[in-house]
């Protein structure tokens, strides 16, 4: 059984009385260790898909269900734990909180899932090791770069041990440099066994990935966009730099 | 843990925002302050009356009081005897539920002198040993009235230390405590030994005030310019009038004063001007009264000229005002408070709207509808608390400041108490105000809280 199920996911809006299908019959399998990334232009309906994966919303039709557990019939409460204990989420903005010092962002999720303050401290620190910011732990995030609030927030992504981790654009407001740290970042996580899907528009970051889904007003397309063909270099040139990080 | 975790963020939460978090707090401070300086005040109130109350005799002591003749006596007015000597010796023979008569025969208008130096006192009464339980007086020197005394009409006086602070000086002012015993005064131009005087009569406050001064005078020995303050007044009326007193045998007071008639009539006057009794048992007061009513009625051949007035009465009077100011003192300082809550709710909702992103991004991370419930009230309480706290030190000082404008025996007292109370019902608004604003809170949906900017 695949880590991540879908079976015919419809989502569906209603904006002053026009239907608007952002999912539109999607099935959908993600297994374990795999490194995915999903993408598509603005409005494909590949945001919506990353919400239903990621608990953070539920589909209007269909069935989910996340390391066997279905989603769709989940209650408010049952999701917020789904995404404490099994997902982590890494944001395009980093979605730090600006009055916590590192290590307290990293240790938020701990706090909602009930851990000691000292394990807290202990795991947190471990994970800002696993992306190199130990150094800065006592820091606010306006203190630090953005590669480095990402980092952070990869951290914090981690710090539960979760079995998937969702990155939203994660390189969408960094340089091209920093960008490729991170995904060189996530690339090495994913090494580890981790399962890790890229939510993205740019080609570029995709190619990076073993397995690209493509959504095209809300279904899956069937074959990946022509232009991706041909970033195998690009996909050569990230890999380069996964020793280096 | 979320709990605690909740109140650290809350104080970060306040700190990042210090001004604005300070100006909500001033509803709560102004309200707690309200609430604890109104029930010092009352309190304050409540002490000096109560004071005042045992200053002029206890709860216990009935005044025998005149009154005119009931209407269908009208034409038995001219016979109305009026309390004299008589009813005294009917009552102690014929009342056991009396315990205790006490007559008073007082002089208007009297100028006592020394030298150059004169007075008026409170009273200037001709009385028995009897007054000094009745008044609760007690004798720090020398003696009181004798047999002999009062069969010879002796020209003897005991007083109470303000007619000595007056005619002798006060020790405050010459630095040393005179005992004026055997000392000669002139009453009404005519001699009377002081042969007793009675102990400085105070309010708690005062004493306290007192100690406090004598202390600051040790240690600054006697520089600068002596302290008077104001005119022995001290610590309110009712002590003012108890140390103001003289007494004299209550034969001196008739033989010497009375029994020439008074001013301008030239008939004897053997009316008494007061008669007090103090009753054996005070749970049977009704029964007493109407013994002595009994009595009276027999000695006034059954004219009513006469009444009995209890400190009971009093004492309802003024648990009735201290409860009536309590109630109104309360139900303001609660409006404020009330009025500090709708500032603390406003202030959290702005706080909200604020942080939607945040709050979606806890969200994200796990937290649930009831986290975030749970942090915004308890950041709304944490306001509210400190708020409260602020608001016990304010009114810590708002009532020195009060104090200190009136140096009386009514000063306020704070009380732990209305200090628990106060915290405890900002507390209670904090939480009440913090509901709305968690209840949307806790409401956001996280993709729209995460996607808001």
């Known amino acids: 059984m695949a880590l991540l199920e879908l079976r015919n996911v419809s989502k569906i809006y209603h904006l002053g009385g026009e239907e608007i299908r952002a999912l539109d019959g999607v099935s959908l399998d993600i297994g374990g260790g795999e490194f995915v990334s999903i993408i598509g232009p603005s409005g494909s309906g590949k945001s919506t898909l990353m919400h239903i994966l990621g608990c953070l919303d539920t589909p209007s039709h269909g069935t989910v269900t996340l390391d066997g557990t279905e989603v769709q019939r989940a209650t408010p409460r049952e999701l917020a734990h789904m995404r404490n204990r099994k997902i982590g989420f890494v944001f395009q903005f980093f979605n730090l909180l600006p009055k916590l010092n590192v290590v307290q962002n990293v240790e938020l999720p701990m706090i909602y899932a009930g851990v000691s303050g000292r394990e807290r401290r202990k795991r947190a620190e471990h994970a800002l090791e696993l992306v190199e910011m130990s150094h800065r732990l006592k820091n606010r995030p306006s203190q630090l770069s953005g590669g480095q609030q990402q980092r952070v927030a990869i951290a914090r992504a981690l710090v539960n041990d979760p079995k998937i981790v969702f990155a939203d654009e994660p390189t969408g407001n960094l340089d091209t440099h920093t960008g490729e740290i991170i995904l060189a970042l996530f690339r090495k996580l994913s090494q580890e066994g981790r399962t890790i899907i890229i939510v993205t528009h740019n080609p570029e970051i995709a190619a990076v990935t073993p397995r690209r889904i493509e959504i095209r007003n809300g279904k899956i397309a069937e074959k990946v966009d022509e232009r991706l063909a041909g970033l195998d270099r690009l996909a050569a040139k990230a890999g380069s730099l996964a020793p280096a990080a | ?453």
């Open chain 2, 1 to 453: 843990m979320i709990f605690v975790n909740s109140i650290v963020v809350g104080l970060k939460e306040i700190w990042a925002h210090k001004s604005r978090s300070f100006l909500t707090m001033l509803g709560i401070i102004l309200g707690v302050t309200s609430l604890v300086g109104m029930s010092a005040i009352i309190k304050g109130m409540e002490n000096g009356m109560k004071e005042a109350m045992i200053a002029m005799g206890g709860v216990d002591k009935v005044l025998v009081r005149t009154q005119p003749v009931p209407a269908w006596q009208d034409h038995l007015a001219d016979s109305a005897p009026g309390r004299t000597l008589t009813d005294v010796m009917a009552l102690q023979n014929s009342a056991p539920l009396i315990r205790l008569v006490s007559p008073e025969m007082a002089l208007d208008d009297v100028m006592i002198s020394r030298g150059e130096k004169r007075t008026e006192p409170s009273e200037c009464v001709g009385a028995w040993p009897a007054v000094l339980e009745m008044n609760l007086h007690t004798l720090a020197h020398g003696r009181f009235f004798n047999e002999i005394d009062e069969a010879e009409a002796r020209p003897v006086c005991v007083i109470g230390t303000g007619i000595r602070d007056e005619l002798f000086g006060r020790p405050d002012e010459i630095g040393k405590e005179i005992i004026p015993l055997g000392e000669t005064i002139m009453i009404e131009n005519q001699p009377f030994v002081i042969v007793g005087m009675f102990q400085e009569y105070m309010g708690e406050q005062e004493a306290k005030e007192r100690i406090r001064q004598k202390e600051l005078r040790d240690k600054q020995e006697q520089a600068g310019p002596k302290r008077s303050r104001g005119w022995g007044r001290r610590g309110g009326w009712a002590f003012w009038r108890k140390n103001m007193t003289v007494y004299i045998p209550l034969n001196t007071a008739w033989v010497r004063f009375r029994s020439g008639g008074t001013a301008g009539s030239g008939i004897p006057d053997p009316r008494l001007t007061d008669m007090d009794i103090k009753v054996a048992d005070f749970s049977r007061l009704e029964e007493a009264l109407q013994q002595a009513r009994n009595v009276l009625l027999l000695t006034h051949q059954g004219i009513e000229d006469f009444s009995f007035e209890t400190q009971e009465n009093q004492i309802e009077n003024i648990n009735k005002q201290i409860k009536n100011a309590r109630l109104s003192g309360g139900i303001i300082a609660g409006i404020s408070l009330l009025v500090g809550g709708i500032g603390i709710m406003n202030i959290m909702l702005a706080s909200i709207n604020e942080r939607v992103r945040e709050i979606g991004i806890c969200k994200a991370v796990g937290a649930t509808s009831a986290n975030i419930f749970i942090q915004i009230l308890i950041e709304s309480a944490v306001i509210a608390l400190i708020g409260g706290l602020m608001g016990l030190v304010v009114s810590e000082l708002f009532v020195d400041l009060l104090g200190a404008l009136t140096p009386s025996a009514n000063s306020p007292v704070i009380t732990r108490n209305a200090e628990l109370v106060a915290v405890a019902f900002s507390v209670a608004v904090g939480v009440l105000a913090g509901i709305l604003p968690a209840i949307k809170a806790a409401s956001f949906s996280p993709i729209e809280a995460l996607r808001y900017e």
